[in-house]
């Protein structure tokens, strides 16, 4: 199986950028991605990225943190294209698991991106509120959770073969640190992995030998000196 990836951006001109590459098959984006993009008005940046991102999968999140605030955005949300997942934490921000929310949501049909999942136990969880038609993808935070020394290996080995029963299912390798997670995803049988724009650049010229990786930082660190105009 062939591991998707998803460029992680909310940038208005990355989007137009990374649309363009054959090697990106959709989008994912975050509140934090919002603002840092600058948007002010949500809904109006979100249906400017979908006039560029048309047909490609892309991922917009709920903010609310109730049921009720869920419930209504993640319908809006969905009105907006037919290649928009809505994105749902998994929790809320007191730790309320949001079964219920993806409970409902998945019985309308409406394509979901459950967020910040970090154990098998949490993708149990969500499978077990979910039908085997709809589309639904699980973003397990690798980076993060390998960020505070834990490995997160082991639940993305049980969260992929829990998953394996549901087809309408995809786990999602998110948090990426650098440009060997993706070939970790591809051996793990992930199905999508979401990276930042400036990885997936460094991905695109794999292939460099040991021999030409040495050579350059070599010289790479030979310019500075020189730049520098160092003396022993």
């Given at each position: 199986?062939?591991?998707?990836?998803?460029?992680?951006?909310?940038?208005?001109?990355?989007?137009?950028?990374?649309?363009?590459k054959k090697i990106v098959k959709g989008f994912t984006t975050n509140p934090s991605l919002m603002r840092k993009a600058g948007a002010k008005d949500y809904?109006?940046?979100?249906?400017?990225?979908?006039?560029?991102?048309?047909?490609?999968?892309?991922?917009?999140?709920?903010?609310?943190?109730?049921?009720?605030?869920?419930?209504?955005?993640?319908?809006?949300?969905?009105?907006?294209?037919?290649?928009?997942?809505?994105?749902?934490?998994?929790?809320?921000?007191?730790?309320?698991?949001?079964?219920?929310?993806?409970?409902?949501?998945?019985?309308?049909?409406?394509?979901?991106?459950?967020?910040?999942?970090?154990?098998?136990?949490?993708?149990?969880?969500?499978?077990?509120?979910?039908?085997?038609?709809?589309?639904?993808?699980?973003?397990?935070?690798?980076?993060?959770?390998?960020?505070?020394?834990?490995?997160?290996?082991?639940?993305?080995?049980?969260?992929?073969?829990?998953?394996?029963?549901?087809?309408?299912?995809?786990?999602?390798?998110?948090?990426?640190?650098?440009?060997?997670?993706?070939?970790?995803?591809?051996?793990?049988?992930?199905?999508?992995?979401?990276?930042?724009?400036?990885?997936?650049?460094?991905?695109?010229?794999?292939?460099?030998?040991?021999?030409?990786?040495?050579?350059?930082?070599?010289?790479?660190?030979?310019?500075?000196?020189?730049?520098?105009?160092?003396?022993?």
């Open positions: 199986m062939k591991t998707k990836i998803f460029c992680d951006i909310a940038d208005y001109n990355q989007i137009k950028r990374f649309n363009k809904e109006k940046y979100s249906k400017q990225i979908l006039k560029i991102c048309k047909k490609k999968p892309i991922s917009f999140e709920v903010f609310g943190d109730d049921n009720e605030s869920m419930m209504d955005q993640a319908l809006k949300i969905n009105t907006w294209g037919k290649n928009v997942y809505v994105k749902i934490p998994v929790v809320n921000s007191k730790g309320f698991f949001t079964g219920k929310i993806i409970r409902e949501l998945n019985k309308k049909n409406i394509k979901l991106n459950i967020t910040a999942v970090y154990t098998s136990n949490q993708t149990r969880q969500i499978l077990k509120s979910i039908n085997k038609k709809t589309k639904l993808i699980i973003s397990i935070f690798a980076g993060r959770a390998a960020d505070t020394g834990k490995d997160p290996i082991p639940e993305f080995k049980k969260s992929i073969l829990l998953a394996k029963k549901f087809k309408n299912v995809e786990i999602l390798w998110a948090s990426v640190r650098e440009p060997y997670n993706y070939l970790q995803s591809k051996q793990l049988g992930c199905h999508i992995i979401t990276i930042p724009p400036s990885i997936i650049e460094k991905i695109e010229k794999y292939g460099k030998s040991f021999s030409q990786l040495t050579k350059e930082t070599v010289k790479a660190f030979l310019e500075d000196s020189k730049k520098s105009k160092f003396k022993i």
